[in-house]
């Protein structure tokens, strides 16, 4: 092939595609209830509330976790005072400092009659080893003053603790016992808003498909009485009918299409609502899978009785487990109260250092020491705070009862009537199917006997109507049929 013929092409596909994209662009969405339901799943923003929300108890439940292990706390401090703490006080300093000049002093009062005996040499060398021996033993005295100082006017120090619980009461058991009730509360509560979700589209989506059913059905009886009113026009024209006939035939045509024009307007509103909830734009073009079909039911499928237990809710249902997580909560909420009337002991230890420090005298150096302790919390007196407390939630645990209660007997009466409900759609729909071959059967002979003569045309719109009646009746049989078995599933807990 030649350059100039592959450019020719290049071209042609190049405008080919150019063609077909604003028709893919502009092309419907076609779901299915499954991508419904997986859609607003994904974009539900109470979802992802309920998701952060079990995250969270998640978090605080292996916080929980810690307070069985030791805690590791590191301290330190610097202080300063504008005087320092002082064992002697001024006198003793002052005795201290001249305890050889006194002591001197007494000895020579003591030995003055003995010295004046002595050669005048022999007292000047007493007196000379006398003021030596009163010099020495004041160094000593002002080496003791100065061993006793313990300048702390700047003091730093540093200690790093380690304590671990050994019996709190039951406190802490009870405070961990609460953090699973709460991660597993959350975990129900995502799945009530799952199943609520759940319920909502599926609402909407059968209301689509319902609306979609009566817009075909109101489509195929606005052609079949435009087409009767054209048969009466030609009756008319040839003197067989009068023009008050042709008025009667142009109101019910009038009616259809009035029909038509809302139940129209009603699947926009109703594909808004779905794309709503399934987090689409809300001018989004969509199709239902299900929107196109003849029916929802064969006649010949054998639907069956419906017979669902209340211990299948009982066992399934979110809003009882939510609520049997609150009783759950409450009665350890009553005994984490009790520790606060039971003794708490604590093992401590450590080590801890300072400068100035004491361990060898007072020196201006660091100094540490490991220290190893227990520690004993006996409450003794607290004017009944604990017992009112424990009585207040022993209170609100019997309250949780109640609404328990209260909510398996409603959720028995949701399942009874679930059966019910679901029972009496299936009955409708056979009763439904069984009157649309009679309808079909009533128009052809009608139809057939107008065009014979033999029938006028009131009795054809009367089997039109008849007809038009059937086909919406089985419509709301089928979309019944649908929304009970969804509700009943919603009241069992069941809901995928």
Known sequence: MKRKDKTKMARAVMLGLLVLLPLTGGA????????????????NKQMDVAKMKQEVNANLRKSARTQYLPKVNALGGYLWMSKEVSILNDDQKSTLNNMGTNTATKLQDALAPLTSTLPSAAQAKMSSDMAQFAGALDLVG????????TDTRHTVAGAVMV????????????????ADINEEMAAN???????????????AYWQVVSLRQKQKLAESYATLVRKLKGDVQKMIDQGLATKGDGLSVGVRVNEAEMALTQVTDGLALAKMLLCQLCGLPLEEEITLAEEESAGLFDSSEDLGKTSATVDMAAENRPELKVLQNTVDLTRQTTNLLKAGNLPQVVLMGGYAMSNPNTFNGFEKKFGGVWNVGVVVRVPVWNWGDVKYKV??????????????DDAR??????????NFKVNEAQKKLVMAQANIANAEENLRMANLGFKEGTVSFTTVME????????QSQKIDAEIGVKLSQVELQKALGTLQ
């Not at 509560?189 to 609402?203: A, G, H, M, P, Y």
């Not at 089997?463 to 059937?470: D, E, M, R, V």
Request: proline fraction near 1%; hydrophobic fraction near 45%; charged fraction near 20%.
């Open 189 to 203: 509560s995502l799945e009530l808003k799952r199943q609520v979700t759940l319920f909502n589209i599926d609402q």
């Open 391 to 404: 009585r207040a939630s022993k209170g609100a645990t019997a309250m949780a009862n109640l609404e328990l």
């Open 163 to 178: 304590t671990q619980p050994v019996y709190m009461g039951g406190a802490i058991a009870a405070a961990n016992k609460m």
């Open 28 to 43: 419907q969405r076609i779901l299915t209830l499954d991508s419904c339901r997986a859609m607003a799943l994904r974009n």
């Open 142 to 149: 002002a080496g003791i003053v100065d061993g006793f100082r």
């Open 409 to 418: 007997e409603l959720i028995n009466l949701q399942v009874r009537q679930g």
């Open 463 to 470: 089997a039109q109507t008849a007809w038009q009646l059937a």
